[in-house]
């Protein structure tokens, strides 16, 4: 069992930005894809940005342009760059692996803690 640990979160203010960390217990970087997910009060869990063992990288509309996913493999640790953040971006954001693509997403393992942002107006 692989167990993620999100972090970075916080309270901003709208235009500001944040980076979101997300750690894997074990070396699984080299092999899977990874992805964010986010769930706002009220609404289903949803995709925001994938990337790919080799760099590829897929973005949910709302965010392109404004979030930059990446990763480092020696370090098992996946970053979600958030810049130009909106009130609406405020939510929980989870990590998790799953296949080498982004075209589609299915996550690997059960959602861990997640990590709040907060984005004020």
């Known amino acids: 069992q692989v167990h993620l640990v999100e972090s970075g979160g916080g309270l901003v203010q709208a235009g500001g930005s944040l980076r979101l960390s997300c750690a894997a217990s074990r070396s699984i970087f080299s092999v899977v894809a990874m992805a964010w997910y986010r769930q706002a009060p009220g609404k289903q869990r949803e995709f925001v940005a994938c990337?790919?063992?080799?760099?590829?990288?897929n973005y949910a509309a709302s965010v392109k342009g404004r979030f930059t996913t990446s990763r480092d493999n020696a370090k098992n640790t996946l970053y979600l760059q958030m810049n130009s953040l909106k009130p609406e971006d405020t939510a929980v954001y989870y990590c998790?692996?799953?296949?080498?693509?982004?075209?589609?997403?299915?996550?690997?393992?059960?959602w861990g803690q997640g990590t709040q942002v907060t984005v004020s107006s």
């Open positions: 998790n692996a799953g296949p080498d693509y982004c075209a589609t997403f299915h996550p690997y393992y059960g």
């Open positions: 990337i790919t063992s080799g760099g590829t990288t």
